[in-house]
T-cell receptor
Framework: AQSVTQLGSHVSVSEGALVLLRCNYSSSVPPYLFWYVQYPNQGLQLLLKYTSAATLVKGINGFEAEFKKSETSFHLTKPSAHMSDAAEYFCALTSGNTDKLIFGTGTRLQVFP | KAGVTQTPRYLIKTRGQQVTLSCSPISGHRSVSWYQQTPGQGLQFLFEYFSETQRNKGNFPGRFSGRQFSNSRSEMNVSTLELGDSALYLC????????????FGSGTRLTVV
């Protein structure tokens, strides 16, 4: 069975600090991995995706993630946090067998001035 | 290019009633998926439609149903509403497959009283 685990339901950083949001996955087939962001009272916006090409993936708003098969991880990073990054972030996976997305439980990012 | 449009944005219904939610995908997108988001269960897949056919289905009771029309617009219906059906219902669309990521709408917030 496929699953996604996001370590840390809440992460707090100072503006300008490094952002690191952790995601580990379990999948018996090669996964397609995604990071989505959700602002209050909004839907989900795709930040970036891993689809078996380059293992270091760059997304929007300065975010990037690295796929590490040996660690079954897909952590999201941003070198310097901005106040506007405060939101909830979801890691998700799917596979070639089905297009259904399996989501992690989400990480709420707070950015302090 | 218009995004994914969900109507209505907010809805209040009474237990036992039924409700229909609507989703208009991005023009040219033929796949439409529905997700339920609650604080307790997180984001859960309901079903996916492609070219008017249900392609995948999640683990929800038969009270939850959906359909897709020839113009790719989709509706989901929940009959005999229960308090636990209160949630944000998100619709997502993609061209053919979700392997490159879905575009989500802003959701319909359903409150059952």
């Amino acid at each position: 069975a496929q699953s996604v685990t996001q370590l840390g339901s809440h992460v707090s950083v100072s503006e300008g600090a490094l952002v690191l949001l952790r995601c580990n996955y379990s999948s018996s087939v090669p996964p397609y991995l995604f990071w989505y962001v959700q602002y209050p009272n909004q839907g989900l916006q795709l930040l970036l995706k891993y689809t078996s090409a380059a293992t270091l993936v760059k997304g929007i708003n300065g975010f990037e993630a690295e796929f590490k098969k040996s660690e079954t991880s897909f952590h999201l990073t941003k070198p310097s946090a901005h106040m506007s990054d405060a939101a909830e972030y979801f890691c998700a996976l799917t596979s070639g067998n089905t297009d259904k997305l399996i989501f992690g439980t989400g990480t709420r990012l707070q950015v302090f001035p | 290019k218009a995004g994914v449009t969900q109507t209505p944005r907010y809805l209040i219904k009474t237990r036992g009633q039924q409700v229909t939610l609507s989703c208009s995908p991005i023009s040219g997108h033929r796949s439409v998926s529905w997700y339920q988001q609650t604080p307790g269960q997180g984001l859960q897949f309901l079903f996916e439609y492609f070219s008017e056919t249900q392609r995948n289905k999640g683990n929800f009771p038969g009270r939850f149903s959906g359909r897709q029309f020839s113009n790719s617009r989709s509706e989901m219906n929940v009959s005999t509403l229960e308090l636990g059906d209160s949630a944000l219902y998100l619709c997502a669309s993609s061209q053919n497959t979700g392997l490159n990521g879905y575009t989500f709408g802003s959701g319909t917030r359903l409150t059952v009283v």
